[in-house]
Every structure is written in C-alpha cells, then in structure tokens.
C-alpha cells in the first residue's frame, strides 16, 4: 500500500538552532516528491520539487534531499517566521498526489 | 488570475443544507484537484479532473459528494445534505498536465466550511 510518513509530529526549536524534518515513503512508482509550507488557516504552499535519488534543491533557510526511500528538510538557523507545518507529498504514475500528516515546526524567539 | 482563487473563504450552513464550492484555477493548468483537510488533519484526496479526460473520483466519501469542471477552467464541489462531519477545509489545487515534468500543484487559500 502506498503510504507516507512524516517524523517528528511536532518540532520547537530556538532561533539558530538547525535541524531536520524526515519524509518517509512506500510507493510504487514515484514521479515525484514534493514539500509544502503551510501556515494556520491557509492553503500549502509549494516549495520544492525533487524528482530523483541525490538531488537537492534549496531555497533560503531550506535545503531538500531525497534518496529512493526518504526526503529529509533541512532548516539551517531557523528565525520564528518558518513557523508553519511542513507536509510532504509524492506523486505517484498514474495516480495523484499522496500526502503525508505533516511536521508542526515551532521556531522560538 | 496569478493564483489559485476559491469562494466562498468562508460557509457556515445547516445540517441538511446543500453547499456549493468553487475553484478559479491558474490560467493554462489543465489539471485540477479537490482535497479536503478536517482540523489538525492531512490533506484527504477526493477528486482529480485532468482536461477532458473522465475525472478520478476515487476520493470522494460518499454520493453526497460531486464536483463538476467546466473545461479547463472553474470547477464547482457540491454537497448534498450535509452532515457535522462535513465541516472541513476544503482545498482545490492546479497543475500543468501530471504527464509533464513541472507536475507541482498550486493551492488556493480553500473554503472552511461549518455545518451547524
């Protein structure tokens, strides 16, 4: 059965301190991995895709990665406006996008 | 328009009522999906429309639920009847066609819907 998890739930750290959010998948034939941002009362929003083994992609705090069984977001000294919760989605062929719970990110001032 | 636009931001209705949900998708994504997110919850699929090719309907939680798309361009999900359970965000994203490279899905800000 395809399934993705995500890990930890729930995540506070303080300002500066960098760490990782896991993505963990079990599909067949994935065409794609996505991350997304999404803030409380708002629709996700779209930041990275990575479509194979050993690609990365960043974007100013954010570093993605991903390998054939997982996708790690890397936070390098988080401020207290990346506060949001992360969610992690693939694309499976042939069908849609499947999302994972997602990790609720508390960055401290 | 430059996003993905959805009306109403906000419904409250009573149980028993029918709701009606619209979705305005990036101009030239022929991809379009609803998805339906209940509080402190992930995003649940619930239908996919891809041009004119049937729609995937596979998500939908019961025959309460239908959605329609005219074209490549708005998309209404109706519910008939609705019960408590109902009350959810619910999420239309849009894409370029799942067959490309650039597959990523767009999301607009959804409707938060109450059933009372």
């Known amino acids: 059965e395809d399934q993705v998890t995500q890990s930890p739930e729930a995540l506070r750290l303080q300002e500066g301190e960098s760490s990782s959010l896991n993505c963990s998948y079990t599909v067949s034939g994935l065409r794609g991995l996505f991350w997304y941002r999404q803030d409380p009362g708002k629709g996700p929003e779209f930041l990275f895709t990575l479509y194979s083994a050993g690609e990365e992609k960043e974007k100013e705090r954010l570093k993605a990665t991903l390998t054939k069984k997982e996708s790690f977001l890397h936070i390098t000294a988080p401020k207290p406006e990346d506060s949001a ?25 | ?3 993905v636009s ?3 931001s906000n419904k409250v209705t009573e149980k028993g009522k029918d709701v009606e949900l619209r979705c305005d998708p990036i101009s030239g994504h022929t991809a379009l999906y609803w998805y339906r997110q209940r509080l402190g919850q992930g995003l649940e699929f619930l239908i996919y429309f891809q ?6 309907k596979s998500g939908l939680p019961s025959d309460r ?3 329609e798309r005219t074209g490549e361009s708005v998309s209404t999900l109706t519910i ?3 019960q408590q359970e109902d009350s959810a965000v619910y999420l239309c994203a849009s894409s370029l066609p799942r067959t490309g ?3 990523e899905a767009f999301f607009g800000q959804g409707t938060r819907l109450t059933v009372v």
């Open chain 1, 85 to 109: 919760t992360y969610l992690c989605a693939v694309h499976i062929y042939g069908q849609n996008f499947v999302f994972g719970p997602g990790t609720r990110l508390s960055v401290l001032p």
């Open chain 2, 1 to 3: 328009g430059a996003g």
């Open chain 2, 6 to 8: 959805q009306s109403p």
């Open chain 2, 51 to 56: 041009g004119n090719s049937a729609p995937d």
């Open chain 2, 65 to 67: 639920f239908s959605a």
């Open chain 2, 80 to 82: 008939q009847r609705t």
């Open chain 2, 101 to 103: 490279m650039n597959t």
